[in-house]
C-alpha cells in the first residue's frame, strides 16, 4: 500500500520527490479525484480550481462523488486508474461517507494496485482520530472527534500550517496524540509502514 499524503495537493515543490515516490511522471499519469469531502460546504470555489489544477499537473483526470457511487462502481473506476486522489474539504464528513459508501472496505484491494494521493481532509482520515477537524482554526466541525478515522496512522495530521497556528494547537491538542504539522508545500508517504517526509523539515508535536 502507497499513500502519498499532502498538506494541500502536488505543489510544484515535491512534484519530483512525488513522481520518484509513484514510479512514472505525473503527466503520464490518471487520476481517479474524489471531491465528495466538499459536499457540504457553500463555497466550493476552491474545489473547481484543485480540478482544474490537477487537470493541468496530470495525464488524464476524471472526477468522482463516492455519495453516487455503488461499491462495483468504485471498484471498477478506480482500479482502471493509475491513481486515486481524495481531495479536501470537511474531513468528519469525507470519513462517514468513505465509511458508509463501503470504500474503507474497498480500500485493501484498490491499493494493492492503486497509489492513494490524499490532499488536506483526503490526508487526515488516514489517522485514527479526526479529532483536529473538531478544532480547526475557522473550519471546525462539531462532533469529529467521535468520528473514527481510518487508523493506518498512529499519529494525526494537521493541514495548511502557519506558525500563528502553533498555539491554538497547543491549546487544543490531547496529550496522549502526536501531530504532524504540514505546511502548504509539504508532503510524507507511507509505503508498507515506511514514512518518509517531502518539502522541507515538518513540525511534530509529540505525545506528551
Known sequence: MKLFLCSHLVTPNIK????????????????SLVITAANPMKDKSWMYRDIEYARELFKEVEVFDIEKMSSHEMRSQFMSRDILYLNGGNTSY????????????????????????????????????????????????PGASKVPGIGLLDF?????????????????????????????????????????????????????
Not at 519530483?16 to 487520476?31: I, L, P, W, Y
Not at 508517504?189 to 523539515?201: A, C, L, N, P, R
Open 94 to 141: 469525507l470519513m462517514k461517507k468513505v465509511r458508509e459508501r463501503g470504500l474503507e472496505k474497498l480500500l485493501e484491494d484498490i491499493l494493492s494496485e492503486v497509489v492513494y494521493v490524499g490532499s488536506s481532509a483526503g490526508s487526515m482520515i488516514w489517522s485514527k482520530s479526526l479529532e483536529i477537524a473538531q478544532w480547526y482554526p475557522g473550519g471546525e466541525e
Open 16 to 31: 519530483q520527490d512525488f513522481e520518484q515516490f509513484v514510479g512514472k511522471s505525473s503527466e503520464a499519469c490518471s487520476v
Open 156 to 208: 494525526q495530521i494537521f493541514p495548511h500550517y502557519q506558525e500563528g497556528m502553533l498555539e491554538v494547537i497547543r491549546e487544543n491538542k490531547l496529550k496522549d496524540q502526536e501531530y504532524w504539522l504540514l505546511k502548504n508545500g509539504q508532503a510524507m508517504s507511507y509505503e508498507d509502514g515506511e514514512i518518509k517526509t517531502y518539502g522541507g523539515e515538518i513540525k511534530i508535536l509529540p505525545k506528551e
